[in-house]
């Protein structure tokens, strides 16, 4: 069996008012015949990746895994770039396999001149076919980079550069069509897939903050992800109401910033991280707010109380 091609839409299939399918797709590849592995295409709906839901990036989830116990090597997914930093994240959260999920997508489309879609989907299959991508979990393929899900953040709105992880650089590269993996991430045990839905919003504070914002926006909501200036600081007049929210549910601490972590104990000001974190607060670590918000999510839809999520974020964040 061949490496199994999922493709959900996105700007790698967009030639105008038509939409590419995988056939299509793997047609505009050359070199892609030089893979040791065919692709085994499956045509997914084709959903902008703004619209795509947490039901349908585990719905992929369970076809790919099924398609690995079938025997594939490994796994692609394209999709549209705008949420692949979150999608991947998630898929990469309950992949049990040690095969390689590999996302990937483009930032020009093939109608424009030097659409990146057909190197990255022929880097993305390599990966995808490649022994020491094995037991990497999810990876994102774009620009001949390889980086981990757990890092991997879009960074740019049109660069085809846009995929970076700001924390650790990417795993490895695609080179001259070899696959060289220079560094592994850390794995934790896959997650069990949701049973219900829930409800976390993501609050960004910013200056000269109003509590009733916040307040506003956290009504019914199962849980709060906050992302906070520099290594986790809020407005000192946002305190009270988010010591009173973290009572009632759990609210998770980042950095907006978009690298590094969020301390624990430097700061003892008003809003500051040992302040909010003696409220309750749960300490995001390095997790940046929208992949705490999809790690959040998972957990609470399977059941995890306050404890169980602090743990969670102990142990990934
Ligand atoms: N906005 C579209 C999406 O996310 C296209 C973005 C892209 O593929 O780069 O599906």
């Known amino acids: 069996m061949g490496i199994a091609l999922f493709t959900l839409g996105g700007t790698i299939s967009m ?5 590419l399918d995988g056939a299509a797709l793997t ?3 050359p070199g892609l015949e030089t893979l040791d592995e065919p692709l085994d295409i499956q045509d997914l709906e084709p959903v902008g990746s703004g619209s795509l839901t947490f039901a349908q990036v585990l719905a992929v989830a369970e076809s790919a895994s099924a398609a690995v116990r079938a025997g594939a090597p490994g796994v692609v997914i394209t999709q549209g770039t705008d949420t692949l930093e979150e999608t991947a ?4 959260l309950v992949w049990a396999q040690d095969a390689p999920l590999v996302l990937t997508g483009a930032m020009r489309n093939p109608t424009l001149a030097g659409p990146d879609g057909p190197a990255n989907l022929l880097a993305a299959a390599r990966v995808a076919a490649a022994a020491p991508a094995r037991g990497l979990g999810a990876l994102v393929v774009f620009n001949d980079e390889i980086h981990a899900a757990r890092w991997v953040r ?6 085809t550069a846009t995929f970076v992880s700001p924390d650790t650089g990417p795993l490895g590269h695609v080179i001259e069509g070899r696959v060289r993996v220079l560094t592994a991430p850390v794995r934790c045990a896959p997650l069990p897939p949701p049973t219900a839905g829930a409800r976390v919003a993501l609050y960004t504070v ?18 709060v992800v906050l992302a906070g200036f520099g290594v986790g600081h809020v407005p000192a007049v946002l305190v009270p109401a988010l010591a009173e929210l973290a009572a009632r549910m759990p609210v998770v601490l980042t950095s907006r910033t978009g690298a590094g972590s969020v301390l624990r104990s430097t700061y003892r000001s008003p809003g500051s991280e040992t302040e909010l974190l003696s409220h309750g607060l749960i300490d995001g670590g390095l997790l940046h707010p929208y992949k705490a918000r999809v790690l959040l999510r ?8 306050r404890d169980a999520v602090a743990a969670a974020f102990a142990e990934r964040g």
Not at 15 to 19: D, L, M, T, V, Y
Not at 154 to 159: I, L, N
């Open 154 to 159: 879009k960074t740019h709105s049109t660069s």
């Open 15 to 19: 030639a105008g008012a038509a939409r």
């Open 206 to 223: 910013t200056l000269d903050d109003d509590p009733d914002t916040l307040t506003a926006l956290a009504a019914g909501q199962d849980a």
């Open 89 to 92: 994240y998630l898929l990469d």
């Open 27 to 29: 047609a505009a590849v």
């Open 298 to 305: 998972l957990l609470l839809g399977s059941g995890a109380d």
